[in-house]
């Protein structure tokens, strides 16, 4: 399994990019899966659906499964600091990657998505866990980066540079998320 994660603020384009790189993968035969940090309260089902009167009803967990889907919703009673290993360790082991988008302060190795119109400052030169960054501007990185600048806007450029440096992304679980 190869993980990497996307980091960068609000409105960098993690999302559009890791939205673009599913499918790329996915034509080199590539299977893939998706870890996203979610802020406050988020929901994925909706009132009056079967699940949303389940989990309404007091349900720990609900596991809805089709044909084609299966997804497994679980309520906490406390509020719980998600570590980005734990999540990846609920994964099916058969993905080729994994493609975390947010945890920006985990020590996996990243992808820095920046764009010079967020007025954002850049990561790269603090967090030594990013090993490239993808940019729509790269003459305007604020300071010299001997990391590859990858074009935000060629997804296939992306997963082509993923690919060549997958042994990189490697994934070692972190012993402490394991289950004992």
Do not use: C
Request: hydrophobic share 40%; charged share 25%; proline share 8%.
């Amino acid at each position: 399994m190869k993980v990497v994660g996307f980091a960068g603020y609000s409105g960098s384009g993690k999302t559009t990019l890791v939205e673009q790189l599913i499918p790329a993968l996915q034509l080199r035969g590539q299977r893939v899966s998706v870890v996203k940090h979610a802020h406050h309260n988020f929901d994925i089902d909706h009132p009056g659906k079967d699940t949303w009167r389940h989990r309404e009803a007091g349900a720990f967990e609900v596991l809805a499964a089709s044909p084609r889907r299966l997804v497994i919703m679980r309520e906490l009673q406390e509020r719980v600091t998600h570590s980005v290993h734990s999540l990846i360790a609920e994964l099916h082991p058969s993905v080729d990657w994994v493609l975390v988008e947010g945890f920006k302060d985990s020590d996996l190795f990243k992808v820095e998505v920046w764009r010079e119109a967020s007025g954002k400052p850049v990561r790269y030169p603090a967090d030594a866990h990013i090993l490239a960054v993808a940019t729509d501007s790269p003459q305007a990185l604020p300071e010299p980066t001997p990391r590859p600048v990858l074009d935000l806007n060629r997804p296939d450029d992306v997963a082509l540079w993923l690919l060549d440096n997958a042994d990189r992304f490697a994934y070692r679980a972190d012993p402490a998320s394991l289950p004992p």
